[in-house]
């Protein structure tokens, strides 16, 4: 688009004088079959960094927009990075009528990245590999929609925050429960808001288990599958098909179960249920001041953290997440919502109530901000608070003992343990 470059003659006007002579003279334009799409001077080109069973979701629901092209994917396993370069061009194929080509698959996202003509970026690679996809898209000034949990640590996550600031790009954390599944977690966090349930008191959330250290023996790894890559910014080991499965698959690999690549079932979820939590809570820039692990050594459930409100929270309980008040309860769900005593959802709120922001599609809204330059429903800072809270759990779990947490400074007060897990190394020659 025209922020893109300092030169009046921009990329997006460059484009929209290409499709106006294509269209005149019978040519392709620079992006080909100009007529399946908005005019070049209002489409968003986009790349796909990680080709796996989300990014295939993912690059579905942008296609289908006629206002997005998809232009190159990335992927280190041959077989889905083919993959996806044949979804991509069969889906435009098939809406042209004939062949379609132009789409470009690369080994390295950083090819992505080094392109002038694309705008913005998928990042649907593994939790590891987020917090590098992020910092260096964001200098290369790509508008970013990025799959949650955002980072690994928490040191991480707000060194994606920076930059994201810095540049000044869009971006969307992938946190699609605050705009879809009907809408029942906004109905949720507006009746909640607007004081449905009276004074919260305390809340559930019920998700997985910590994460824990990977002791996948090594397997030999398939010719072509660039493992090295794969491993990127984390710590060095060898191949296992449960971290990276073998060519296309249907399934969520098995590397979310593990503290060196992601935050276990706690955050896979975690990052959904505890953003909706925070939504609702009025916590988005902030956080807990105590995480309390539970007190017998091995429990995977039963995690408590305090705010500084007084409201507490726990790890644990009826999947979704449930919300305890003075007047009442609230439980949300991807597939219901439902309130004790029942009459509380069927109330009308006040006229003056709270408003919340409006969003029924998270990639709509994304792409909308690309177009606006204002923020989508969950941008970074939420994105990285999110996360944090993941992260919270999991230090708690691993130390086993009561944590004071300063949410402005992002540090445990007087643990040098548990403030040593609140970064992560980053394996050179990658670097935040």
């Known amino acids: 688009m025209s922020k893109r470059s300092k030169n009046p003659q921009s990329r997006r006007s460059f484009l929209k004088n290409v499709a106006t002579v294509s269209i005149a003279t019978g040519l392709v334009g620079e992006l080909g079959a100009v007529e399946l799409f908005v005019p070049a001077s209002e489409r968003i080109t986009v790349g796909v960094i990680g080709f796996g069973k989300r990014a295939r979701s993912l690059t579905g629901g942008f296609m289908r927009r006629n206002d997005v092209q998809v232009v190159a994917v990335s992927e280190v396993e041959p077989v889905r990075r083919a993959y996806g370069q044949k979804m991509v061009e069969d889906h435009y194929s098939k809406k042209k009528g004939s062949s379609f080509k132009g789409c470009d698959a690369y080994n390295d996202f950083r090819k992505i990245l080094d392109r002038k003509d694309i705008d913005a970026v998928i990042i649907a690679t593994p939790d590891h590999w987020h917090a590098v996809n992020v910092v260096q898209a964001s200098h290369a000034k790509k508008d970013i929609y990025c799959e949650k ?28 429960q605050r705009s879809e599944f009907g809408g029942r977690f906004r109905q949720a966090v507006q009746y909640i808001r607007n004081g449905a349930i009276g004074k919260v008191l305390r809340v559930h959330v019920g998700v997985g288990d910590p994460a824990i250290p990977c002791d996948l023996p090594v397997e030999e790894c398939p010719t072509g599958t660039d493992w090295d890559m794969w491993n990127g910014p984390a710590a060095e080991r060898g191949y296992n098909s449960q971290l990276c499965p073998k060519g296309n698959h249907n399934h969520f690999p098995a590397f979310r179960r593990y503290k060196e690549y992601a935050g276990g079932g706690l955050a896979d979820m975690g990052a959904h249920h505890f953003d909706i939590a925070q939504w609702a809570l009025g916590m988005d820039d902030t956080g807990p001041v105590k995480i309390i692990p539970p007190k017998k050594e091995g429990e995977k459930r039963g995690l408590k953290f305090v705010y500084a409100n007084g409201i ?55 792409v909308d901000c690309v177009k606006s330059r204002k923020k989508p429903i969950c941008d970074v800072e939420i994105g990285h608070r999110s996360a944090s809270i993941c ?19 992002e540090q445990f007060v007087n643990d040098k343990e548990a403030n040593s897990h609140v970064d992560r190394e980053v394996r050179s020659p990658w670097k935040l």
């Open 312 to 366: 507490e929270m726990f790890h644990g309980g009826v999947g979704g997440c449930t919300f305890h008040g003075e007047k009442g309860t609230i439980t949300v769900t991807r597939g219901w919502i439902k309130s004790d005593p029942e009459g509380i959802l069927k109330e009308k709120l006040p006229e003056n109530a709270e408003k919340i922001y409006p969003s029924n599609n998270h990639i709509g809204n994304f």
């Open 149 to 176: 949990p955002l980072s690994v640590a928490i040191a991480h996550g707000r060194k994606m925050v920076h930059a994201v600031e810095k540049n000044k790009v869009i971006f969307q954390t992938g946190s699609q």
């Open 391 to 409: 992260h919270l759990a999991n230090i708690g779990y691993w130390v086993g003992r009561p944590l004071t947490w300063d949410p402005k400074k």
